[in-house]
């Protein structure tokens, strides 16, 4: 299996115990905590996977972590188990951006498939994330008058527009674009602009 | 129930020797020696039948009608007018029954106020009417001269107008089985000879001490009837109107009054037992809608528990699931040692807590309805703490019972036993983090008033703050991760349910109160 975790947050120690134990059985790698706190305490940048979560815990319950996660932009996929589950907390835990929604008993196949989904899901987010940091790291080696090219590129200008605005010859901007092009890897105009779109 | 049941042989008969034997009963002071009596009560008992049976009931009231004449009066008039004054008042009394039941229908009548009011305005309108109907019809026969038909309808109206509305209700509950039921529970209650008492008393004050000077203390009456009514509902108010309209029937009879005035006074007289219905009637009302109430918060308890069973079982069954899927896991890896072993001991031990978790549920549910029975305080309570001596004495815990005044309680014992077991419980849990010599819980009481007692579950833990203490009875908010969350909501509509209240007190250790309706006899039970 991939690297990825299952990190397991569940107050009731049986549930958790014997999640931890399936999960671990069918190859997953599992870290289990008694609580929110515990797991925000825990917590670290490098966690990769996603995050087993149940409602109903004493003190920060399972929604107001998965709020917190969110907001500090924390890029676990959730999945939400509940014992108790209604309309009001389904919905709650939609909108926060939850993957699945899970009643106990949970039903395994579903389980499993929610925890697949959520690692695709992460995967691919870590993907873009990638992507993006490293377009970052080529964009940082333009010098500024090929980052003001650039720009106007994306914004749709032609050379003829880009060099009167710039109070340079239409020459000059084909030079710095072509090295534009060769510093960010890209192969035309329209993948420079999905690439600039998708930094910001 | 708006359809007639059947009229048997023994019901007609009934009607009939009823009849005559009121008929016999109230005939003072006739008018022109006809039915024109101050006081005419036998039209009740018509009516009644009438309602319960319809239109059948109008031949044997007719018979009863004409026995009547024959016997108590000696048929003042020829024999073919006699059928015919028989057929005429079982035809009004007829047309007045078919009103009320087509108005309020049967066994609404006399169950809340709107019944009550349209029957006694359904009376007043159908007895003015045929009374009309009949002395006009006297008129005619020239048994009334056409001089005095207005005085004779008057007093008609009244006779018998008064003698329906003081009697119908009593007539009424003495024929229903579940108003028999109503007018025995409140005859054994003990106000009634207090308010017995007060109504002999009111009408010697009102005619032996008033007589002189119109009956200025007339008013006296309403103590008695008010009395009852307040107390014991429209049962209550009933008897007492019996026993005053009969008392004053008597009073006036034997100190010969005129027919003038004790028409005067009957007209006062249905005010009174009125004012004493509706009265009656309003406790009533209150007194159902207080036990729809109580229904309601143990439904709502139920549902309550029902979440919580669902909630409570779900743990050790997904958990359960979970350990069988791992066992099925190792099995297909061919692990058989001791991991696997270690997995199916889990199993059973999960097994156990759901029916653990059912065994403790099964308590609430147990009663189905909120039967009360009269219980001792001190014997409810050593019963609660008796589970908990053994868990003291394990865990370090000092637990205390008492003092407590003696006195007996109306409870329903199963579901108080839960409420204190389950204060207990939590008071056990509150004390665990608390270093040994510093653990201790006390269950104690102490007279609130003269009639309720308030029951204190303390213990040395941690205590509660003020938000903490406001969100403690909300259901599914529990502090303890094995917990229910419902235990202390489900308490407090069993303390509703009872007609008391349960709280907790903000402060550095745990206080619950539990407050009861009690009758602190110092007998016991």
New interface residues.
């Given amino acids: 299996m991939s690297d990825l975790s299952v990190f397991i947050v569940d107050?009731?120690?049986?549930?958790r115990?014997?999640?931890g134990?399936?999960l671990g059985?069918?190859g997953y790698r599992t870290a289990i905590f008694?609580d929110a706190e515990n797991f925000l305490q825990a917590l670290s940048p490098d966690w990769r996977g996603c995050v087993l979560l149940d409602i109903?815990?004493?003190g920060i319950d399972g929604l107001a972590l998965q709020r917190r996660l969110l907001e500090a932009a924390c890029s676990l996929p959730v999945i939400v188990i509940t014992?108790?589950g209604d309309v009001e907390s389904a919905r709650a835990a939609f909108k926060a951006q939850a993957v699945d929604f899970l009643?106990?008993?949970?039903d395994?196949a579903k389980l499993m498939v929610a925890i697949d989904e959520a690692f695709a899901k992460y995967q691919s987010s870590s993907q873009r994330r990638e992507q993006r940091s490293h377009f970052a790291g080529l964009l940082a080696t333009l010098t500024p008058r090929e980052r003001e090219v650039m720009e106007l590129i994306v914004r749709g200008g032609h050379n003829r527009d880009i060099a009167d605005e710039l109070g340079i010859s239409p020459r000059t901007v084909e030079v710095h674009k072509a090295r534009v092009m060769q510093k960010l890897n890209v192969d035309g105009v329209a993948q420079l602009v999905r690439y600039s779109l998708g930094e910001r | 129930m708006t359809t007639a049941s059947r009229l048997r042989w023994a019901d007609a008969l009934l009607l009939i020797v009823g009849y005559v034997a009121l008929d016999w009963l109230s005939f003072f002071h006739p008018l022109h020696g006809l039915y024109i009596t101050p006081w005419n009560p036998a039209p009740a008992l018509a009516l009644v039948f009438m309602l319960r049976y319809g239109w059948k009931a109008a031949v044997p009231l007719a018979v009863a009608v004409l026995l009547a004449e024959i016997w108590v009066r000696s048929l003042p008039a020829a024999l073919p007018a006699s059928i015919a004054i028989a057929v005429m008042l079982a035809l009004g009394y007829g047309a007045i029954g078919g009103v009320l039941r087509r108005r309020i229908g049967g066994l609404g009548i006399f169950s809340d106020r709107s019944g009550m009011l349209q029957w006694s305005g359904i009376v007043v309108a159908g007895t003015l009417l045929t009374s009309l109907f009949f002395v006009l019809s006297l008129v005619g026969l020239d048994l009334v001269p056409a001089a005095g038909w207005l005085e004779a309808a008057g007093r008609y109206w009244i006779g018998d107008g008064v003698g329906i509305l003081v009697s119908m209700p009593l007539l009424w509950m003495l024929l229903d089985e579940r108003g028999r039921v109503q007018l025995l529970a409140s005859v054994k209650r003990p106000d009634t000879p207090g308010y017995l008492l007060a109504a002999a008393a009111a009408l010697w004050a009102v005619f032996g001490l008033g007589a002189e000077s119109d009956f200025k203390y007339f008013y006296l009456l309403f103590l008695p009837i008010i009395w009852a009514a307040a107390r014991e509902g429209l049962a209550g108010a009933v008897l007492s109107a019996a026993v005053i309209q009969v008392g004053i029937i008597l009073v006036v009879h034997l100190q010969e009054f005129s027919a003038v005035s004790i028409l005067e006074i009957q007209v006062v007289t249905v005010v009174l037992v009125l004012a004493g219905f509706f009265v009656g009637v309003v406790v009533d009302e209150q007194q159902r809608i207080s036990a729809e109430l109580r229904h309601t918060l143990r439904l709502a308890a139920a549902g309550e528990m029902a979440?919580a069973l669902?909630?409570e079982l779900?743990?050790?069954?997904?958990?359960?699931?979970?350990?069988g899927?791992?066992c099925e896991?190792?099995l297909a890896?061919g692990e058989t040692g001791d991991r696997l072993k270690a997995?199916i001991k889990?199993m059973v031990?999960?097994s156990y807590?759901a029916a653990e978790v059912v065994r403790r549920l099964r308590d609430f549910f147990r009663t189905g309805t909120t039967r009360l029975e009269p219980v001792a305080l001190d014997e409810l309570l050593a019963v609660a703490a008796a589970p908990f001596a053994e868990q003291a004495a394990r865990s370090g815990v000092a637990l205390t019972v008492g003092p407590m005044p003696e006195g007996v309680l109306l409870a329903d014992r199963p579901q108080l036993e839960v409420v204190l077991r389950n204060l207990l419980a939590n008071a056990f849990g509150a004390v665990a983090e608390r270093p040994a010599g510093a653990r201790t819980v006390s269950v104690s009481a102490l007279p609130e008033g003269h009639d309720r007692i308030c029951i204190s579950v303390e213990d040395s833990g941690s205590g509660l703050s003020a938000s903490a203490a406001a969100r403690l009875f909300e259901p599914?908010n529990?502090?303890?991760?094995?917990g229910l969350?419902l235990g202390l909501a489900i308490s407090r509509a069993i303390a509703e349910a009872h007609g008391g209240n349960l709280w907790a007190e903000v402060g550095d250790r745990g206080v619950f109160r539990l407050l009861l309706p009690f009758e602190g006899s110092p007998s016991g039970v």
């Fill in positions: 107050d009731d120690a049986s549930v115990d014997s999640l134990l399936l059985l069918r008694a109903r815990m004493p014992g108790h009643e106990k008993p949970l395994q | 979440g669902a909630h779900n743990q050790p069954i997904t958990a359960l699931s979970a350990y899927s791992a896991e190792l890896r997995t889990l031990a999960e807590r599914f529990s502090t303890k991760s094995s969350g």
